[in-house]
């Protein structure tokens, strides 16, 4: 089972930043990443992607947040990193790191962090 260890979050007032990190790791097996990203939710709402990066280079950003939100990944510590800045209250959800993954043992998946929460308040 590849685990995904989130980072960061917490309250910030709006026009903030912060940066939220994940880390995926496995044990007694080997694995791939072809995509890391970050999904939101928030209350009553469905959960939406943010931001992800797939090998090779390629990102993708939520329209809401293109502009402010950067995502970057470090594939030797098989790590992502989402750079929040100009956050605004609609910001304001559960953040999850997301990876699918292949596995020498399960094949290919999707992977989920526990959610860490973003709050933007004054």
């Known amino acids: 089972q590849v685990q995904l260890v989130e980072s960061g979050g917490g309250l910030v007032q709006p026009g903030g930043s912060l940066r939220l990190s994940c880390a995926a790791s496995g044990r007694g097996f080997s694995f791939s990443i072809y995509s890391m990203g970050w999904y939101r939710q928030a209350p009553g709402k469905q959960r939406e992607l943010v931001a992800s990066a797939i090998s090779g280079g390629t990102t993708n950003y939520a329209d809401s947040v293109k502009g402010r939100f950067t995502i970057s990944r470090d594939n030797d510590k098989r790590s992502a990193e989402l750079r929040m800045i100009s956050l605004k209250p609609e910001d304001t959800a559960v953040y999850y790191c997301?990876?699918?993954?292949?596995?020498?043992?399960?094949?290919?998946?999707?992977?989920w962090g526990q959610g860490t929460q973003v709050t933007v308040s004054s």
């Open positions: 997301h990876a699918a993954v292949v596995t020498t043992i399960n094949g290919p998946g999707d992977y």
